[in-house]
Every structure is written in structure tokens, then in C-alpha cells.
């Protein structure tokens, strides 16, 4: 089975528990999403990929013009459309989407939020080359991580979400993350690691 298709699978299966789970993984959420946001405050047009449930999509909604929300699991996006909906979000479209086959013209978004995703990615070059093609020239990628080697206690942590099925195809850490999207074009305008259970590399920045 092709990786991308499995992975979906798993995503729709478990699009109902992603909120609890994420209780476990709080610490480095509300920084997050404050730096997120900030990356993104006075954007006209902001792509988010990999939206799950809305988590980030009702932050960043309040600091830029337009959201477009995308997430590949239908399931996910009955989720991030209900709390959109419940949120009165004017601003914020909601749609499927793969990130590797993104229908949106060249250059057409200020900034691409791809938050607590790029770990998950069979193909993390495709995966970049994609965001980068909608990306205005000087446009702000924003991809906070799950750094799940950063530490002793989230690599043992993250090897037993293995065993349940869990989706992970890398294991970052921050230093690492930072390191790959460097080779991969980005120039880093703002980096941070948030600590956690699982902590989270902070990493905004435009391709050169």
C-alpha cells in the first residue's frame, strides 16, 4: 500500500481522539501557538496544511485576512469545519487536500502554516518542494515540529507510539529540523524549541 494512502487511513480512524491526545502533548501548545500566530498576523492569504481538527486554523484566523484550511483526511475536515462553523470564522475556507498535490496557482499564498506535520510525510522533499511552489517570492513558511528525539524521555515516548500504528516517518530534533529545511532552501528568519513531552522546533522562515 502506497504510504500516503496508509497513513490517511490511519487519520480518518483516529480523527476523533486527536483533541484528547493532544492533552498529553499541551506544554508546548500555547507558545506555539503564539509564535504561529505572530508569523502570520497582518498576512492577506495564509495556506494551512494538515489543519486536523482546527487547532491552529482558529488562532491564526484572527491575525490574517484569509485562511484556507486543508486537511487530506475527510474525516479530519468534518472536524475542522464544525469548529470553524461553531467559531463564526468568516475568514477561514475549509477543504481537502493532499499536500503533495496542492490545486492552488504558483505564488498564491503570503504564507504556508504547516504545523506538527512534517515528521508525518512520507516524502519530506515533495512535501517541501509543494509548499514552496505556492509561496509568493518572499513568503513565510511557518512549520513548528514534533522533535521526537530531542530528548531521552520523547524518543522512548514516541517509540512506543510506534507500536499503536502512529504515522511518524522521521524523528526530529530541533537542531536536525532546522539542519533539513536549511538544505532544503529555507532561510531561517525565527527559531525556538518549546519543551514538552514531546517537544516542539519552532522554525519560520522564507526560501531563498
Known sequence: MDPNQKDREYWERHSRGYDRSLKVLRKPLPRMLELTSNAVTGATRVLEVAAGTGLVTTVIAGAAREVVATDYSEAMV?????????????????????????SFEPASFDAVVAANVLHLVPDFGGAVAALRRVLRPGGKLVAPTFCHDQTLRSAVVSRLLSLTGFPSHRRFTASSLRSTLDSAGLRIVTEETLGGLIPIGYVDGVFA
Open 78 to 102: 468534518a472536524l475542522l469545519e464544525s469548529r470553524v462553523r461553531d467559531r463564526s470564522l468568516s475568514n477561514v475556507t475549509c477543504q481537502r487536500a493532499d499536500i503533495y498535490a496542492l
